[in-house]
């Protein structure tokens, strides 16, 4: 999985699982997010949404993706 240049949230390549079976509104933030190198704007005019609910929708999808690790931690 790339990575984004954002030091504070690295992916790895077990998170793409996790993140494909996340409803697409997550999905598609973090794809764009890795796209577009973690730019709010243009990942605002990629998914045809406001700054504020690209900053929002990623927060969720961040918080989603540590649950499905903790979760996955928990049952290997």
Request: a positive charge; hydrophobic letters at 45%.
């Amino acid at each position: 999985m790339a990575r984004n240049s954002d030091p504070r949230f690295d992916l790895v390549e077990a998170d793409a699982a996790l993140i494909a079976g996340m409803k697409p509104i997550y999905a598609d933030v973090f794809s764009a997010w890795l796209e577009e190198d973690g730019a709010y704007g243009r990942m605002a005019a990629k998914l045809n949404i406001p700054v504020g609910t690209v900053k929002s929708r990623l927060y969720r999808a961040r918080q989603n993706l540590d649950a499905l690790r903790t979760a996955n931690k928990d049952i290997a």
